[in-house]
């Protein structure tokens, strides 16, 4: 069965310390990885997007790496601030399918 | 490029009842999903339009939930009949399949409408 697991399912860090998010997928057959960021009662806001050719992406102090040998990919995030408290969520479209398969998500606190 | 828009944001409803939601994605972007998630949960898929064609429907769709996507424009998800295990925030998708325009393959989403069933 194609899953897709985000653990732990909740994150506490002081300000200024980095991120690391894990994303693991039990299929390697993927076509692309896209991570969201979810504020709380709000939609998806989408950070970062990974073809299956790609081994890594980067947008500002966010970078995502993507190793479909072992089924995962990790997103980093320098620098936390309290701004980037949230719940992030990692998501799989597998090679010849349209939709996305979601993680549970990471809910990250950062404290001032 | 106003991203995807929903409507209504919020509605409550009393069990029995019928709802529909709307979706306007991206202008030109002809691939539409309806998402549903509840809490603690990531979205799950539920449907799935190119064009104007329903090319996909998760098991999750029951026959009380209908989509429809006229013209290939915005889409509608109708709920018949709500129970309350419907209650969840519903969340619309757009992408597109051209080659090489911004967010190829990208899905982007809209704000959600969260649906309270009483």
């Known amino acids: 069965k194609q899953e897709v697991t985000q653990i732990p399912a909740a994150l506490s860090v002081p300000e200024g310390e980095n991120l690391v998010l894990n994303c693991s997928f039990t299929?390697?057959?993927?076509?692309?990885l896209q991570w969201f960021r979810q504020d709380p009662g709000k939609g998806l806001t989408s950070l970062l997007l990974i073809q299956s050719s790609q081994r890594e992406q980067t947008s500002g102090r966010l970078n995502a790496s993507l190793d479909k040998s072992s089924g995962r990919s990790t997103l980093y995030i320098a620098a936390s601030q309290p701004g980037d408290s949230a719940t992030y969520l990692c998501a799989v479209r597998w090679s010849n399918d349209y939709k996305l398969s979601f993680g549970a998500g990471t809910t990250v606190t950062v404290r001032a | 490029d106003t991203g995807v828009s929903q409507d209504p944001r919020h509605k409550i409803t009393k069990r029995g009842q019928n709802v529909t939601f709307r979706c306007d994605p991206i202008s030109e972007h002809n691939r539409l999903y309806w998402y549903r998630q509840t809490l603690g949960q990531g979205p799950e898929f539920l449907t799935y339009f190119q064009n104007e064609a329903q090319l996909e429907k998760s098991r999750l769709l029951s026959d009380r939930f209908s989509a429809e996507r006229p013209k290939g424009s915005f889409s509608t998800l109708e709920i018949q009949r709500t129970e309350q295990g419907d209650s969840a925030m519903y969340l619309c998708a757009s992408s597109t399949r051209v080659t090489g325009g911004p967010g190829y393959n990208e899905q982007f989403f809209g704000p959600g409408t969260r649906l309270t069933v009483l």
């Open positions: 299929d390697s057959a993927i076509y692309n």
